[in-house]
């Protein structure tokens, strides 16, 4: 359907928009990029891989969101969404909190 190819093209370029924002912050290319078989091979978890991260990338019309889902996905550490004419939002869980404060030397 339209509806379905136009989703998932949005889904792609939102994807593509996170890596670039990364990427922009000065993170390499070997260490953040899009998963080419993400949602199509079991084996391959998550939208995008930050160093051993797996980040789930979504765009929502609007609506408090289909976050958890989307954490259940793929097991993902990072949710990253935007809601239409939103700014982006990055989700996390204790675990990955307390690392980002470890890895940045806060605790």
Same mark, same amino acid.
């Given at each position: 359907?339209?509806?379905?190819? %136009?989703?998932?093209?949005?889904? %792609?370029?939102?994807?593509?928009?996170?890596?670039?924002?990364?990427?922009?912050?000065?993170?390499?290319?070997?260490?953040?990029?899009?998963?080419?078989?993400?949602?199509?091979?079991?084996?391959?978890?998550?939208?995008?891989?930050?160093?051993?991260?797996?980040?789930?990338?979504?765009?929502?019309?609007?609506?408090?969101?289909?976050?958890?889902?989307?954490?259940?996905?793929?097991?993902?550490?990072?949710?990253? %969404?935007?809601?239409?004419?939103?700014?982006?939002?990055?989700?996390?869980?204790?675990?990955?909190?307390?690392?980002?404060?470890?890895?940045?030397?806060?605790?």
């Amino acid at each position: 359907s339209m509806s379905g190819k %136009y989703s998932k093209n949005k889904g %792609y370029r939102f994807e593509a928009e996170v890596v670039n924002t990364l990427r922009s912050w000065g993170i390499s290319e070997k260490d953040c990029f899009r998963n080419p078989l993400s949602g199509a091979v079991k084996s391959h978890k998550g939208d995008v891989n930050l160093f051993s991260m797996i980040i789930e990338a979504k765009r929502f019309k609007s609506g408090m969101l289909k976050v958890e889902k989307a954490f259940e996905q793929d097991d993902a550490d990072i949710v990253v %969404y935007r809601q239409d004419h939103g700014v982006r939002r990055w989700v996390v869980g204790d675990a990955q909190f307390k690392l980002f404060l470890e890895w940045s030397k806060l605790l």
